[in-house]
């Protein structure tokens, strides 16, 4: 498949021309060889990411976050200008997809969280935090060891006084600490998100909700996993993932 043929493609499938301002440029970000067949797909475009890239002889990358972000300095030097030498020299060409891969009904981040947690979708409180309910009411001990088991990390969580059986979800993928006041109406359980910020903690107990900060890595690994196994299944191409481990 052509570069610029695969970058058309994703960007229909992910909708990417939607009204919402991004903070990154999306789509072919770094051109590379004319034709692709293998692809290596990742959370971010970090210098170990392109390392396996290049040892497993990939003709394209396909990443979340990947370079030229917003109030970026435009100075390539040190590990910038590594990481960008790396892709220039083995010719590969560097995709990245951001709010699209969280905000798709599809194949996004989001969805692939209420998969592998069983939340069935009911709607959006904003354009970025889904809610819905869970199969069963369950307690929170059990779904924090769910979370656990499914993400591969220990979630922080805290919710003083909130309800031992939760039943309505509400989540955002990566850093969507700060929408945790915009749940406050619609008799939220829980409010599932990437980061935590100080004011999150006294907010959530002060309002009887579960706060469950779950890494922003882990909940963002799940729409390029979506993304790669479509582009596999659909047009026969080589698509690996790779975890580069961030704790955060």
């Known amino acids: 498949m052509k570069n610029k043929e695969l970058e058309i493609i ?14 990154i440029p999306n789509g072919l970000q770094i051109e590379g060889k004319k034709y692709i067949k ?13 390392d396996f890239a290049v040892k497993l002889k990939a003709d394209a990358i396909i990443v979340h976050h990947g370079y030229f972000w917003k109030n970026e300095s435009s100075v390539i030097k040190g590990a910038k200008k590594k990481k960008i030498s ?21 194949i996004g981040n989001n969805i692939y969280l209420a998969n592998i947690l069983n939340i ?3 709607g959006k409180i904003n354009p970025f935090v889904f809610y819905g309910y869970l199969k069963n009411k369950i307690s929170i001990k059990k779904f924090l060891s769910i ?6 990390r220990i979630p922080l969580h805290f919710g003083e006084n909130a309800p031992k059986k939760i039943y309505k979800i509400a989540w955002c993928s990566g850093a969507g600490q700060k929408f ?19 004011m999150n903690f006294h907010f959530a107990n002060e309002n009887k909700i ?5 890494g922003h890595h882990a909940t963002e690994k799940g729409g390029v996993i979506m993304l790669g196994n479509w582009l596999k299944k659909k047009f026969k191409l ?11």
């Not at 293998?38 to 392109?50: D, P």
């Not at 990245?96 to 905000?103: E, K, Q, R, Y």
């Not at 080589?238 to 961030?246: H, K, L, R």
């Open 10 to 23: 994703i960007n229909n499938k992910l909708n990417t021309n939607i009204s919402i301002q991004d903070y």
């Open 38 to 50: 293998n692809i290596i797909t990742g959370v971010s475009a970090c210098q170990k990411l392109l």
């Open 86 to 106: 790396t892709i220039l020299i083995n010719n590969i060409n560097l995709y990245s997809w951001h709010l699209p891969l969280d905000l798709n009904q599809e």
């Open 120 to 122: 069935n979708i009911k």
């Open 147 to 152: 979370l656990k088991k499914k993400l591969k």
């Open 180 to 198: 945790l006041e915009k749940i406050i109406n619609y008799d939220i359980d829980v409010f599932l998100t990437g980061e935590v910020s100080e």
């Open 210 to 214: 579960h706060f469950i900060s779950a």
């Open 238 to 248: 080589n698509v690996n993932f790779i975890n580069i481990n961030n704790p955060v």
